[in-house]
């Protein structure tokens, strides 16, 4: 499995990458593995206000069906289309396509998160 | 001809027909009058124009290619896909059922009615249950209707708060779907190792907002829940009700009943333990009981006996409403009362033990082949873990799709979720001793295959009408409709 470095990862297998006060979000590669063949991504309308631990979508294969929890409260600034239109991509490479950015409204929460290498051995202990 | 494999569009020849109407011999309204220009088909209709005989051999070879439990052994767990008892189709082809009209005034239906009310007692007695209603048209719409029923009941008790309905990971998809349909929030709770309910995280959850638990029991793993009573018991102390999900109850019949271990509302499938046909073979239904204290809250009409007479009862203020046009699915309704009447209490006891019986067999002759996760005695069904540790090249999927080959329906794969691999195997009661060998032996035959030949597998099925699909790109590209 792959990780990042300066990601900070959730134990619902997402990933965070900050750039100010904006938190891009997807899935780990560890959780497009485990899916398998990505067929159908959901995701909600940019606007929303969500809080962290929230249902914000779904993404499903052809065995599994799965949905994702928002690792940071915040608005939803932005989803990412093409992710939608294409689910294949989040199996090609699942940290270059995120699937929507939040702009936080508390990043201390990002402080209960994991980094690479604590995410890393939380994926070994659940395999 | 195992091969044919047209659309009936391609056996379309321009101007043949299968039959010739008469003129019309009303006055012909003009559709346009009628129907909004918006909405009107433009150009000609292009139906396939085919001869008679030519529909009925396109489709009767087109229904050779089918495979259903008349054809072959059909382990799927948790579908009950048992026999379908001949006597069953004889009595609702019978010609006072099938001439009824559900217009008919009650008291021309006298027979059909009685049929009903005796079926939805019958169902009481089987569930422990104080009365059902036949209406909801399958599995999830009987869950549907129990919750509603639920709700209606929380409301009527002004505890519109109780809005969160607990279901465990190892729950059929349809519980928390149905639940979610139905207005409800939805908590899972995580399973302990062997599939049953954790207290503690039951515990965590239960609160002043607990609409209720959905649970079946046997277990997704065929096993029964052996806390039943102490899980009850929390939920009915945290206000909450018990939903029974039916699925597994061809596995208790005669032996423990739901109504019994506290559970307030059930729903049978009488596609899976009485026996009418599934799937593919006909509409489903899924009668939904209730304890006594939700009985005013059961769909309407409500089949009443008023003297000698029975009544289609509407005048039930606190009900939930129609849930399905007129009375529900009447001829599987009629099914089922067959089957349970040529079975009686004795029978449909030893159906159950029987059904037991045969997976314990499965189980206990595959458990040396095969990654058997809880080794227990089963009840109905039972779940492997697919093919092991050591051979993790070769799938559940492919252990599946190998099966074809040999002639028999897979069971059901990587379901429940909680089990890695999942092979869940139910045979029912029908299924001889020699058909249950004939099928561990090719079982077993596969395992020898996935160690000595694991390409045989990755690449099956290899005799059946196509080849391994495509899932992938099914889903992602599918072509739904028929172009030239």
Known sequence: MKTIEGLFYSKDHEWVRVEGSKAYVGITDYAQHALGDIVYVELPEAGASMKQDETFGSVESVKAASDMILPVSGTITEVNDAVTEDPALVNQDAFENWMLIVEMSDPTELEHLMNAVAYKEFCGEEA | ?484
């Open chain 2, 1 to 484: 001809m195992k091969n044919y494999e047209k659309l009936i569009f391609e056996v379309s020849k321009a101007g043949r027909t299968a039959c010739s109407l008469p003129a019309c011999d009303v006055p012909e309204p003009d559709a346009s009058s009628m129907i909004p220009e918006a909405m009107r088909q433009s150009g000609e209709v292009e139906l396939p124009e085919v001869s008679e005989v030519d529909v009925v051999r396109h489709y009767t070879l087109l229904s050779n290619k089918n495979y259903g439990v008349d054809t072959g052994f059909y382990p799927l767990g948790s579908c009950t896909m048992k026999y379908n008892p001949k006597i069953n189709e004889d009595m609702a082809a019978l010609p006072g059922f099938t001439g009824m009209h559900p217009y008919q005034p009650a008291g021309t239906a006298q027979g059909s009615l009685q049929l009903m009310y005796e079926l939805g007692e019958m169902l009481s007695e089987i569930g422990g249950m104080a009365q059902f209603s036949l209406q909801p048209a399958a599995g999830a719409h009987g869950e549907l209707a129990g919750l509603m029923i639920m709700k209606a009941y929380h409301a009527s008790r002004g505890e519109q708060k109780r809005n969160k309905i607990i279901v465990p990971d190892s729950a059929h998809g349809t519980n928390p779907a149905s639940a979610a349909v139905a207005g409800f929030e939805i908590i899972e709770i995580k399973s302990d190792e062997k599939g049953a309910v954790d207290i503690e995280s039951l515990k965590a959850v239960l609160s002043d907002e607990t609409a209720g638990l959905m649970l079946t029991n046997p277990s997704t793993l065929g096993l029964f829940e052996k806390n039943i009573k102490e899980i009850a018991d929390l939920v009915h102390e945290a206000g909450g009700l018990l939903y029974y999900d039916g699925a597994n109850m061809n596995a208790i019949m005669g032996m423990a009943r739901p109504g019994d271990m506290g559970f307030d509302v059930v729903h049978f499938n009488l596609h899976k333990t009485f026996s009418t046909p599934h799937g593919g073979g006909g509409p489903g239904s899924g009668p939904v009981g209730v304890a006594r204290q939700l009985v005013e809250f059961l769909p309407v009409p409500v089949i009443e006996k008023a003297g000698d007479q029975y009544v289609l009862n509407y005048d039930k203020p606190k009900s939930i409403g129609k849930v399905k046009s007129f009375y529900g699915n009447f001829g599987v309704m009629v099914k089922a009362y067959a089957y349970i009447l040529t079975m009686g209490a004795e029978g449909l006891t030893k159906a159950s033990k029987m059904a037991v019986l045969n997976a314990n067999y499965i189980k206990e002759k595959l458990k040396q082949h095969y990654y058997l996760p809880i080794d227990e005695v089963c009840k109905h069904e039972f779940v492997l873990g697919g093919l092991g540790e050591d051979l993790h090249e070769v799938s559940t999927l492919d252990v599946a799709k190998r099966l074809l080959d040999y002639g028999y329906h897979p069971p059901t794969i990587y379901f429940p979720l909680i089990v890695h691999s999942a092979i869940m195997i139910e045979p029912t009661e029908t299924e001889s001793l020699e058909t249950l060998d004939r099928f561990i032996d090719v079982m077993i035959k596969i395992a020898q295959e996935a160690r000595e030949n694991p390409e045989l597998l990755k690449s099956a099925p290899h005799h059946t009408p196509v080849r391994r699909l495509d899932e992938v790109k099914a889903a992602r590209t599918p072509v739904l409709k028929w172009e030239q």
